[in-house]
Structure formats: C-alpha cells, structure tokens
T-cell receptor
Framework: NAGVTQTPKFQVLKTGQSMTLQCAQDMNHNSMYWYRQDPGMGLRLIYY???????DKGEVPNGYNVSRLNKREFSLRLESAAPSQTSVYFC????????????FGPGTRLTVT | SQQGEEDPQALSIQEGENATMNCSYK?????LQWYRQNSGRGLVHLIL?????REKHSGRLRVTLDTSKKSSSLLITASRAADTASYFCATPLKVDAGKSTFGDGTTLTVKP
C-alpha cells in the first residue's frame, strides 16, 4: 500500500496564478483533511471531508477550495495564489471522524512569489 | 485559536537521557494523540490516549493524561539520536469530532 500520496512535491507560483494540489489514499479511509504548516508552527486545518460527497471548512479556509472527487481522492485548489499562501501543505486521512489516528502524506512545498 | 499547546518549544538533551514534553488544551476531549515529525516529512502517529485513561505505554514512550488539569505529557525514555524530531499533540474537538487541532510542537534534539 502506498498510504497517502501527494502531488506535486514542490511548486513555485507567481501571485495570481492558480493550481490544484492532489491527494489520494489507498486505505479505504472515510475522512480526509488538508492542512498547512508554516515555518516553526503546527498544522492548521484548511478543509476536511468527513465522508465522500461532503466537505467542511476548517480553521483557515479563505483562498482555498476543495473537491472530494471520490473516496480515494481529495484535491485542494488555490484560485488566485498570494504570497501569504507560501507554506507546506499536508493531506491526511483517517478511518472515521475524530478518535482515529491520521495518516499523513509527504507534503507539498509551495512558494508564491 | 489552537486547542493544544506544547511546552517547551525546544528541548536539547544527551543520548540516553529522558525527554519530557507537555501539552495543554482548552476544551473537553474524548482522546488526545501524539505525533512525531522528522525534518521535511509528514507527521507520524505515535500514540492515542482516551479520556478515561490516565497512562499509556508504547515501547520507550509513556503518555499521561490529566483531564482535570487539561494536560498531557509525553515521556521518551533512554533517548536516541534518531528521536530528534518535532513532537505534536492533537486533540479532536468533541463538538465536531471531524476536526483535530495541533499545537506548535516541541522540537527535540538528542545529541549523540
């Protein structure tokens, strides 16, 4: 099993450009999450999907959109990138809502100039 | 605002010593989890302790939970250089079990 995979690993964008970060899990997990991690800080939840077909805002959703394409895939879209969105983005999945360990992908390092 | 906060922010010890880091949280929880993050990598789950448990062990890890003080501690015994990493506590919010919040972490350096 590959676990949680993310693409791309690195990306540089100019202000105003758009892009989609892809995430997929092969563990048949119900819930998936997108976090961002700024230098020296913990993770902040952007969006999460408790189950296929549902998405909910997290702590810092502004400037992002998400799509739960199917049970395996959960994508994060930046419509108009801003320098404040420079961060490392992690996708995670878990069997159910809360109370279960989260499995993390390797991260996408995004720089917006 | 973040639910969990780790203390200290940074900890440096010699190999073989014990490392203790603490986590405080604000609202009621049904469980608390600890994760490790090696530099440049994603987080890896270490241990989960439920609200009705006071102590849990896993290998060289010992976790305690005091719900009256809203705090938890992670003890790593006989530390090794490979334990060098950042450690985070995570607390699923009871009002919305879909969301977990993470603290800013404790950065542990174990010197050989």
């Amino acid at each position: 099993n590959a676990g949680v995979t993310q693409t791309p690993k690195f990306q540089v964008l100019k202000t105003g450009q758009s892009m989609t970060l892809q995430c997929a899990q092969d563990m048949n997990h119900n819930s998936m999450y997108w976090y961002r991690q700024d230098p020296g800080m913990g993770l902040r939840l952007i969006y999460y999907s408790a189950s296929e077909g549902t998405t909910d805002k997290g702590e810092v959703p502004n400037g992002y959109n998400v799509s739960r394409l199917n049970k395996r895939e959960f994508s994060l879209r930046l419509e108009s990138a801003a320098p404040s969105q420079t961060s490392v983005y992690f996708c995670a999945s878990t069997m159910g809502r809360g109370g279960y360990e989260q499995y993390f992908g390797p991260g996408t390092r995004l720089t917006v100039t | 605002s973040q639910q969990g906060e780790e203390d200290p922010q940074a900890l440096s010890i010699q190999e073989g010593e014990n490392a203790t880091m603490n986590c405080s949280y604000k609202t009621s929880i049904n469980n608390l989890q600890w994760y490790r993050q090696n530099s440049g990598r994603g987080l890896v789950h270490l241990i989960l302790i439920r609200s009705n448990e006071r102590e849990k062990h896993s290998g060289r890890l010992r976790v305690t939970l005091d719900t009256s003080k809203k705090s938890s501690s992670l003890l790593i015994t006989a530390s090794r250089a490979a334990d060098t990493a950042s450690y985070f506590c995570a607390t699923p919010l009871k009002v919305d079990a879909g969301k977990s919040t993470f603290g800013d972490g404790t950065t542990l350096t174990v010197k050989p």
